[in-house]
């Protein structure tokens, strides 16, 4: 008889079929905002989500959910190198862990701004785009692409009488007395007036289609907009649309530079817009009033350079269109004729308030070492990314939209068998 051995591969045999990452909380900084001088203007906390542009009002950066998972498997195996891919919700046994298309990406995020309450967001990621990348087992570090859509629910306060903002549903006990009876609580002092012991009872969804119902929270009560969950969504009526993120993930450092681009200084990522044209402000495919738009025409180039004639032309475009994103050159801008011919963001800069002097923005990740132990070790993930506008005049408006983007996810690598 002969035995035929199949070599292992990263200590496993013959070779590992998954990559888990989990997030956890942040402690200290990843990151860093610099000006043109090169002098560090903010520092990027382990965790943190920063977005917007020199001129953002919601305080930064908002809480990354802790214990979101994804599993990508592995394709192959070769000396200390693996090639990821994506798994579907049928080869994870869940559609929050997995990394195909149509997966969700981490528990719900809640973006509270306490300075306009009506202007918080929460947002629920999915993957758009089948999971890609690489990874070493010996250093640990690893890289991957996994585009997103971030839909968003202009929720505001989903409970005006509870301490702090519920701007996402919560999974979480109920206050039994007091200022906030039958609201949601995470510790007696979420039930103001009430004695010790009134924050009680199951965790159970609070706001949301699923209110009342039983829930599993599927994070930290890292404030009191959590913990949050899948199993409690968003009031569907308060959906004001998706946006996508072009998530590209990394163990190493990433950096993006902004430059000087019509007119405009410190321009990370930069969307077509009618400045120089009709002079409107207005985003392509924005259709506010005001912007260009077949219905405002009343001639052939009259009064925008897309009309063709009376209410006639190529100015009702459907989606903002990117123009810089970072690094590299700028592409022309010259749909409709060039009735939005400038490259800019809202503002310039990144991560306000007073940020219109950023110049270059850099988040530093952390490899995991060995992974081919199988057991779980210490990594961070980081990214930077550009983010069009919502065309919700309040939320471009208080976020400074379009804009960068910057993430850190510290969390923890396994490969699996």
Not at 287 to 313: D, L, R, W
Request: proline share 9%; glycine share 14%.
């Amino acid at each position: 008889m002969t035995t035929t051995t199949l070599a292992a591969c990263c200590g496993f045999s013959p070779k590992p079929s998954e990559l888990s990452f989990t997030t956890s909380i942040g402690a200290g900084n990843c990151g860093t905002v610099q000006n043109s001088a090169g002098t560090v203007t903010k520092q990027l906390a382990c965790g943190g989500l920063y977005t917007g542009g020199g001129s953002n009002s919601v305080p930064l950066p908002y809480a990354v959910p802790d214990m979101g998972n994804s599993l990508t498997g592995v394709s192959s195996c070769s000396g200390s190198s693996l090639t990821l891919a994506n798994l579907t919700s049928a080869q994870t046994g869940s559609n929050r862990n997995c990394t195909s298309v149509g997966c969700l990406f981490g528990p719900p995020l809640p973006i509270p701004n306490p300075s306009s309450t009506p202007t918080s967001v929460c947002v629920i990621n999915s993957v758009t785009t089948d999971a890609s990348g690489a990874a070493d087992c010996s250093s640990g570090a690893s890289s991957l692409s996994l585009p997103l859509n971030s839909e968003i629910f202009l929720d505001g306060d989903l409970f005006p009488n509870a301490p702090g903002i519920q701007v996402c549903p919560v999974c979480n006990k109920t206050c039994s007395a007091g200022t906030n009876l039958n609201g949601p609580c995470n510790t007696d002092a979420d039930c103001p007036g009430a004695a010790a012991g009134s924050c009680a009872g199951s965790n159970k969804c609070h706001g949301g289609p699923n209110d009342g119902m039983a829930c599993t929270p599927a994070d930290s009560a890292l404030s009191q907009s959590f913990p949050t969950t899948h199993d409690c969504p968003p009031p569907a009526v308060n959906d004001i649309g998706g946006l996508p993120i072009a998530f590209a993930l990394t163990s190493g450092t990433t950096s993006k530079t902004a430059q000087a681009i019509s007119g405009q200084l410190n321009v990370f990522c930069g969307f077509c817009r009618d400045v120089n044209a009709a002079g409107t402000g207005c985003f392509e495919g924005d259709s506010a009033p005001g912007c260009p738009a077949n219905s405002g025409c009343i001639g052939a180039g009259n009064p925008f350079n897309c009309c063709t004639g009376v209410g006639a032309g190529s100015c009702d475009q459907t989606a903002p269109k990117p123009c810089f994103i970072g690094s590299g050159l700028p592409t022309a801008c010259t749909d409709g004729n060039g009735s939005w011919p400038d490259c800019q963001q809202r503002n310039p800069g990144a991560f306000g308030p007073a940020g219109g002097g950023a110049r270059t923005i850099t988040e530093t990740g952390a490899p995991a070492g060995t992974l081919s132990d199988g057991a779980g070790h210490a990594s961070t993930l980081v990214s930077i990314f550009c983010i069009q506008p919502t065309f919700n005049a309040t939320v471009d408006a208080a976020g400074d939209l379009p804009g960068p983007g910057a993430v850190s996810l510290p969390g923890t690598a396994q490969l699996l068998p």
